[in-house]
């Protein structure tokens, strides 16, 4: 399984980015997957998770603001992230597993990383 995920960058405050997920050799057909950054000093968060039947889950952090979508056919979740702050600079993760889970935010119950993209918000 290899998952990539691309759409990292630097924006000013205010301003909106949308990640990119791909997922390939993952012959699952329930699955979740989901979103962390790591913030510097920081451990890995959870910020928004997406499940094959298209139910979501957001942190509280960045509910309102981030978006988190799923393409079946293209084994491809989006996090479209709205009125982003410094706070928000973080590598992002995207991550996958199959079946479900009783905490989709939890990085300990997903099996399959991707290497991350850095978002950088500063003015």
């Known amino acids: 399984v290899y998952i990539v995920e691309s759409g990292g960058g630097s924006v000013q405050p205010g301003g909106s980015l949308r990640l990119s997920c791909k997922m390939s050799g993952f012959g699952y057909g329930r699955y979740y997957m989901g979103w962390f950054r790591q913030r510097p000093g920081n451990g890995r968060e959870g910020i928004a998770a997406?499940?094959?039947?298209?139910?979501?889950y957001y942190s509280a952090s960045v509910k309102g603001r981030f978006t988190i979508s799923l393409d079946k056919v293209e084994k491809s979740s989006y996090l479209q992230m709205d009125n982003l702050s410094p706070e928000d600079t973080a590598l992002y993760f995207c991550a996958a597993s199959p079946e479900s889970t009783r905490d989709y935010l939890k990085q300990n119950f997903y099996a399959f990383w991707g290497q991350g993209t850095q978002v950088t918000v500063s003015s």
């Open positions: 997406i499940t094959s039947d298209q139910t979501t």
